[in-house]
């Protein structure tokens, strides 16, 4: 093993400030382990700290991406949870092994920001921070899981899933795929928007009862409705944001709303009637902690679900793998191999 690694590293907040350099070997220290990644993917939070302002404050050069796994390089000393060679998936937020985080978790324990990310060979984490990689999934596949797989698992499990509720997602990025797969598992019935049809089609292939292009058809809550004879959804994956007034409107009476991102903006106006007459919950979605990560891998493994990559990038190609990603051409996840 020598003593440097390469690294995609940023050197300013721009996608063409993106270059593969080499940075010093880490080392894992007491309680902790040395991941070698195999592969990392791409998330909307990492294009918008890249080129979106998003966390202003961050020191420069950093590494992004929050999405990585690979397997145990080396271990510190008094390490028990890890053995060398043992597959791994990195937490997103370092420290949150059960219940709510904490503030300081939230802010400062994040991968990709403001702790080095997951486009690098190697990261040393803690040992407490990882869950075993599902034995189903490659390296690849496992990279897609921590942010979107658990993000969607989270909204799902916040809003009370349950056989024969309708759910409702949003695009067809790596969050509404894997919250389209999970609902389907738990038997619920799905209802997919997208500015395609041929997304659409893709989306009614990998189970999307409902199908509704919400850029040809602007009235898309009332069709939502109308398709689930008039009840609406139980439960909404909100990725746009700036949607959440659509959203409520095509929310069941008594349905939940989960916001877990802003891909359409940062700015939502609604009425308040929205969620007083139809008693509606709107709640963030932060992602989950460790133990949930690990039982939605038992429900990943009992399943079999797959995750759906849309392209792959070795990490030379970094720069190429975030400009997919903000064309909005992507279909699913976008993953680089190192």
């Known amino acids: 093993m020598t003593d440097t690694m390469r690294a995609l590293q940023a050197s300013a907040f721009s996608i063409d400030s993106l270059h593969v350099t080499q940075r010093p070997l880490p080392q894992p220290r007491r309680g902790e382990v040395l991941v070698r990644l195999r592969a ?41 949870r890890w053995r060398i060679g043992d597959r791994i998936v990195p937490v997103y937020t370092q420290g949150w092994h059960d219940g709510l985080p904490t503030p300081e978790m939230r802010t400062r324990r994040t991968l990709g920001g403001p702790l080095d990310g997951t ?40 809003g009370g899933i349950k ?15 894997f919250a389209l797969q999970f609902a389907k598992a738990a038997g619920a019935t799905v209802i997919a928007t997208s500015s395609s049809d041929a997304k659409l089609q893709r989306l009614k292939a990998l189970g999307a009862d409902i199908v509704i292009n ?21 439960i909404i994956v909100e990725t746009g944001g700036a949607t959440l007034s659509q959203s409520l409107a095509a929310a069941a009476f008594g349905g939940f709303v989960g916001v877990v991102g802003f891909v359409a903006g940062y700015e939502a106006t609604f009425g308040v009637r929205q969620l007083l007459g139809p008693m509606l919950r ?25 995750p759906v990559i ?21 279909f699913g996840k976008i993953v680089v191999t190192h």
């Open 163 to 177: 056989p024969g509720a309708n759910v409702l997602v949003q695009g067809t990025g790596g969050v509404a795929l």
């Open 310 to 330: 849309d392209s792959t990038f070795a990490l030379a190609g970094g720069a190429e793998a975030f400009r997919r990603m903000a064309s909005g051409r992507h």
């Open 40 to 80: 990392a993917s791409l998330n909307h939070r990492d294009l918008s700290i890249l080129t979106e302002n998003y966390l202003p404050n961050l020191p420069l050069p950093y590494v992004p991406a929050s999405d990585g796994a690979g397997e145990v390089a080396a271990v510190g000393e008094g390490v028990t």
């Open 119 to 158: 486009l690098q060979e190697l990261l040393v984490i803690p040992e407490e921070d990882a869950v075993a990689t599902p034995p189903s999934l490659s390296d690849a596949e496992a990279a897609t899981l921590p942010i979107a797989a658990l993000t969607a698992w989270s909204t799902l499990i916040e």
């Open 214 to 234: 919400y850029r040809s058809d602007e009235q898309w809550p009332q069709t939502a409705r109308a398709a689930t004879a008039g009840r609406g959804a139980d």
């Open 282 to 306: 709107v709640q963030g979605i932060a992602i989950g902690s460790r133990a949930r990560f690990e039982a939605m891998n038992r429900a990943i493994e009992l399943h079999r679900i797959k």
